[in-house]
């Protein structure tokens, strides 16, 4: 089993921004790859980022590129999501996810098979 808990949501006026984190614990040496992923009311969830705990490639959904930055501490076995410049578009629940070494993919919900709660992002125009 993996733990995952994310922190770090919030309000923020249009061109802020706010950092995410991700605590993970548990069997996390079994997992391969941590994701962010978000919905907004009304919509179905979608990736936002992913990154690979061993070598830290990176992977962004088209519409957070360049705005959001994907991180991570093995040390703290703790994955952050940066975003600068957000928009009222960007509200939404922000979920963490872990994804085991079998899954090839990296931008689907069935690509992940832990999640975190969710945290609440709010950008105000």
């Known amino acids: 089993q993996v733990q995952l808990v994310e922190s770090g949501g919030g309000l923020v006026q249009a061109g802020g921004s706010l950092r995410l984190s991700c605590a993970a614990s548990?069997?996390?040496?079994?997992?391969?790859?941590m994701g962010w992923f978000r919905q907004a009311p009304g919509k179905e969830r979608e990736f936002v980022a992913s990154?690979?705990?061993?070598?830290?490639?990176?992977y962004y959904a088209d519409s957070v590129k360049g705005r959001f930055t994907i991180s991570r501490d093995n040390a703290k076995n703790t994955v952050y999501l940066q975003m600068n410049s957000l928009k009222p578009e960007d509200t939404a629940v922000y979920y963490c996810?872990?994804?085991?070494?079998?899954?090839?993919?990296?931008?689907?919900?069935?690509?992940?098979?832990?999640w975190g709660q969710g945290t609440q992002v709010t950008v105000s125009s």
């Open positions: 996810a872990a994804a085991p070494y079998s899954t090839p993919g990296v931008a689907t919900d069935d690509d992940y098979d832990f």
């Open positions: 548990g069997r996390t040496f079994s997992r391969d790859r």
């Open positions: 990154i690979r705990w061993s070598g830290g490639s990176t």
